[in-house]
């Protein structure tokens, strides 16, 4: 957030509390004059400091907006008698607003590729705005590209982000989250209107208000509290649709053929799989008390993305498939062919590592990556100690930070994969996963995360509670679309 945006957020709270005190009938006690005073004390700053920075940024786009006239003479040493003239002219105008949807149609073909180019823009400006990272603002631009099925479904994720990823609607949002008995009433003239258009380009027709994309995980990877790589690793699909479908299959096998004899049909065999996003929430109360006394509403956003990631993280691994998606480790469990036994029966060691590679498909090993629970990670990196011939076939045993890749093959963690071996004699523990994500593991969501607010709580005996909630929700599918992508080590 930047400085003039932290102002604007800060003044539509104190404006709130002006408003609250000045509602106050009769003469105010002391308490309530020892408020007034500091709160238009405070206003007064903010907005002396919003002053300046509104006629900074004015002159800002004024000095870049004006043409320069740039003429220089070179002479010689002045025995050759002549001298070069250079004119050099740069002008740069005014650049348009990208969050302008004015004259632009849902229904003309012809305005299909301006939509995308705007939304592109408005995800490189969080960048200068919000301090994003290059590999956030990347995986924005590659949803952008390639999110939705068709042209249709593109361009309503081009006029979700555009509409809810513009400053004005996030400073609208936080408003809103701040000040929730107010809603829609607290904002001003342009924060509303930021909102109505939000509302109307939202994939969301069941209320709330939409997430800022820039917080939102179905746009942005947000890694906080868990180990979820998922999401980095694997294909990631967003709709605006119901259902998504798809196409899969193992290929076409060509053949060595001799003169005049007949081909053999290599038609492929197709795979149709279909995921359903599965509708996942998070409810969070908060007393009256709170909400005056705290920062709480200006922080649900990100709670709610952290909440988000930890609860996908562990779907993802071992999800069930029954009202959530299916977790990779749970689909290949299903599948004999992806599963690779230990070679001694309830122990793990360092032959079992080489028997994932040595069974993995040649197809899928340029690009496959081994997935575990940091504690299986770190029995694999003991199996290099002591002395001999394996001593150098792992990773170093207690020095440095994790290794990147093991075996040649990138390493990531999974907090929810299993983390310690049972002491069953046949344990059937499911501790490794290697195997192309992107091939062969989907997840799919659909587009916008939204948040509603309950005004108030009512207890089990139908009375108020004194408190507010706010109900945030979403929905998101996966499951494993190849299983001969992958090998499992099951010990």
Known sequence: MTRLEQ?????????????????????LDDAQRTDWDALNGEWDTLD?????????????????????????TEGGDGAAGAALNREVHTQRTQPDDIFDRSGLRVDNRDDDRTW???AMRVIESWGDEYGLRTELLEGAETTLRTGGQNMNERNAIARHIMATG????????????????????????????AMRAAMAESSNSVGGYAVPPFLDPTLLLQNAGVSNPFRDISTVKSITTQTWKGLTSAGVTAEWTAEAAESTDASPTFGQPSITPIRADAYVQASFEMIEDTGIANDLAMLFADARDRLEGAAFATGTGSTQPYGIVTELGLVTASRVSATT??????????ALDNNMSQRYRANASFVA??????????????????????????????????????VYESSAMQSSLSTATASNDDLIVLGDFKQGYYIVDRIGMSVAYNPLV???NRRPTGEVGWFAFWRVGARCVNADAFRMLRV
């Open 116 to 118: 995308r180019d705007r």
């Open 345 to 354: 029966n309830a122990t793990y060691g360092s032959p079992d590592v080489f």
């Open 458 to 460: 009512i207890g089990s």
């Open 7 to 27: 102002i604007l957020a800060r003044m539509a709270e104190i404006r709130t509390d002006i408003e609250a005190i000045a509602a106050v009938e009769g003469d």
């Open 48 to 72: 002396a400091e919003r002053a300046t920075l509104v006629a900074r940024n004015q002159r800002l786009e004024l000095v870049r907006s004006a043409a320069l006239d740039v003429t220089r």
């Open 166 to 193: 513009s400053p004005e609607y996030f400073r609208a949002f936080c408003t809103v989250l701040a000040n929730p008995t107010l809603g829609n009433a607290a904002l001003d003239a342009e924060g509303a209107q």
């Open 373 to 410: 629970n940091k504690t299986i990670w770190n029995l694999t990196r003991q199996f290099a100690q002591g002395s001999g011939p394996m001593t150098g076939a792992f990773w170093v045993d207690f020095g440095g930070g994790r290794p990147a890749s093991l075996i040649g093959y990138p």
